[in-house]
């Protein structure tokens, strides 16, 4: 974990000898319909708090089952940056006390394999965002960690 600038930076990384199309379609077939691995029954508790104040529909909600497109909602984020193949951005829409994204960037790794890079970036709204930041460190890197595994299991078959 690092701090950068007023911004927490935690970042996963996993190599892969799935190609990189296996690995962007097991990235962009996340969420909605199909959840997200492994993960699902966290993120699912993770937003709790949320569903007091929200429908359903905007905590599972893709508007199309096969793409992301910038702009667009993939469950409790939106995607904010898409390099198809490449990179992609979400940035949270879940109630907390600053703001956080979730990037995903897939790059050329040595032999062949590819490098599945997973970083969550948080910049904290005032000595709340400080304490969430470090009281979710534990559960964030547990989940996180097994979504990038998840994923590149997914990618492989």
Same mark, same amino acid.
């Given at each position: 974990?690092? %701090?950068? *600038? =007023?911004?927490?930076? +935690?970042?996963?990384?996993?190599?892969?000898t799935?190609?990189? +199309?296996?690995?962007?379609?097991?990235?962009?077939?996340?969420?909605?319909?199909?959840?997200?691995?492994?993960?699902?029954?966290?993120?699912?508790? *993770?937003?709790?708090?949320?569903?007091?104040?929200?429908?359903?529909? %905007?905590?599972?909600? *893709?508007?199309?089952?096969?793409?992301?497109?910038?702009?667009?909602?993939?469950?409790?984020?939106?995607?904010?940056?898409?390099?198809?193949?490449?990179?992609?951005?979400?940035?949270?829409?879940? %109630?907390?006390?600053?703001?956080?994204? #979730?990037?995903i960037?897939?790059?050329?790794?040595?032999?062949?394999?590819?490098?599945?890079?997973?970083?969550?970036?948080?910049?904290?709204? =005032?000595?709340?965002?400080?304490?969430?930041?470090?009281?979710? #460190?534990?559960?964030?890197?547990?989940? #996180?960690?097994?979504?990038?595994?998840?994923v590149? *299991?997914?990618?492989?078959?």
């Amino acid at each position: 974990m690092a %701090r950068e *600038r =007023g911004f927490y930076v +935690d970042t996963v990384e996993r190599t892969s000898t799935a190609g990189p +199309d296996a690995l962007w379609a097991a990235v962009e077939g996340l969420g909605g319909e199909r959840g997200w691995h492994g993960t699902d029954r966290l993120w699912f508790l *993770r937003a709790l708090p949320n569903r007091a104040s929200l429908p359903p529909s %905007r905590l599972r909600h *893709r508007e199309d089952p096969d793409r992301l497109a910038e702009g667009r909602r993939l469950d409790w984020w939106t995607v904010e940056a898409l390099e198809r193949g490449r990179h992609l951005r979400l940035r949270s829409l879940v %109630r907390m006390p600053g703001e956080a994204w #979730l990037d995903i960037a897939l790059l050329p790794g040595p032999g062949g394999t590819v490098r599945y890079r997973q970083t969550t970036v948080f910049r904290p709204a =005032g000595p709340a965002g400080h304490l969430y930041w470090y009281a979710m #460190l534990v559960p964030h890197r547990a989940v #996180l960690g097994r979504l990038a595994d998840d994923v590149l *299991r997914a990618a492989a078959g």
